[in-house]
């Protein structure tokens, strides 16, 4: 593995620790926007995956996550998975899991939160730049019936 590879990795992986032990109380925020811890299910394992990210956009109960990894030729694996398996685990602001449905914002909603998503990172704006595919925007709301997940 590269050496930043590794680096990233460690920062994450202690970034996350914090994270939990704390219950998003320290290093609840990253680049001035709310942390979220998403949960999905593998869509060919099956098993549960956590993805640390950030949120550019929270209205309410309703959270905007973006699918950018950092501008690749190709989306994130999260976002495969919830494209599989829309029903989500979302964490924010130190509080319990809820359960989420995720969704692909269609190109109307994308053209109304890209404004938003871009002046709360810049580099959002930089990352679409550099690839070819369009950017997806997940807006993650409550699934009907909400509520925490269980068994976690």
């Known amino acids: 593995?590269?050496?930043?590879?590794?680096?990233?990795?460690?920062?994450?992986?202690?970034?996350?620790?914090?994270?939990?032990?704390?219950?998003?109380?320290?290093?609840?925020?990253?680049?001035?926007?709310?942390?979220?811890?998403?949960?999905?299910?593998?869509?060919r394992s099956g098993r549960k995956r956590r993805t640390m990210l950030t949120a550019p956009v929270v209205d309410g109960e309703r959270v905007v996550l973006v699918a950018s990894y950092g501008g690749h030729s190709h989306n994130p694996h999260w976002f495969q998975?919830?494209?599989?398996?829309?029903?989500?685990?979302?964490?924010?602001?130190?509080?319990?899991?809820?359960?989420?449905?995720?969704?692909?914002?269609?190109?109307?909603?994308?053209?109304?939160?890209?404004?938003?998503?871009?002046?709360?990172?810049?580099?959002?704006?930089?990352y679409q730049q550099k690839t070819d595919r369009l950017i997806p925007l997940v807006v993650v709301e409550p699934y009907p019936g909400g509520g925490q997940r269980s068994g976690d």
């Open 1 to 43: 593995m590269r050496p930043r590879a590794w680096l990233f990795r460690a920062v994450t992986a202690v970034h996350r620790a914090v994270f939990r032990l704390t219950r998003g109380r320290l290093l609840g925020r990253a680049g001035g926007m709310p942390v979220v811890v998403l949960t999905t299910m593998g869509h």
């Open 81 to 126: 998975n919830l494209l599989i398996r829309p029903e989500v685990g979302v964490t924010v602001g130190g509080k319990p899991e809820r359960r989420m449905r995720a969704r692909v914002a269609d190109r109307t909603e994308r053209a109304e939160l890209w404004p938003r998503v871009v002046s709360a990172y810049p580099g959002y704006d930089r």
